[in-house]
């Protein structure tokens, strides 16, 4: 049995559509970029392949319906996980970061302990020079009392 909390007709017409829409606008209206252009073209580009990959997709709102709906949750999976990476890969700082990195909770190369971290001149998250990497005014705050 199959236990699914969101229903394709859900996941249809009020998750792709929008999200892809939000994607493209979402690093205009934020000013991403200020790490490198990756940080905003990253999105744009994939929420223009969300787009198609929903008209694409058979489910309910799926214009020409060639990609199986499965094919196109793991594609979903893997945005997730390249937004993930992202910032460490293309080494986002600031709002760049925090945009793809959003419940990412420690650096994965960071394996610190909270008295081990401040030893390092780490945040409680474990991220290393926060007011280098981070600059957002609240990681600043935080920086500050390391």
Do not use: N
Not at 53 to 68: C, E, S, Y
Not at 77 to 95: D, H, K, Q, T, Y
């Amino acid at each position: 049995m199959s236990f699914r909390f969101i229903t394709k007709s859900i996941h249809a017409y009020l998750i792709d559509y929008p999200v892809a829409i939000a994607l493209i606008a979402a690093p205009f209206v934020l000013k991403l970029g200020q790490s490198g252009p990756a940080a905003m073209w990253l999105s744009v580009v994939a929420g223009a392949a969300a787009l198609l990959l929903a008209a694409l997709t058979d489910h309910p709102t799926g214009l020409v319906r060639i990609i199986p709906y499965w094919l196109h949750l793991w594609v979903d999976r893997a945005v997730g996980v390249v937004f993930v990476i992202a910032p460490f890969a293309f080494e986002f700082a600031g709002l760049d970061a925090w945009y793809y990195w959003v419940l990412r909770r420690r650096r994965p190369d960071h394996d610190l302990s909270p008295e081990r971290a401040r030893e390092a001149g780490c945040d409680a998250f474990g991220v290393r020079q926060a007011r280098r990497w981070l600059k957002a005014p609240m990681m600043q705050s935080r920086a500050r009392h390391c």
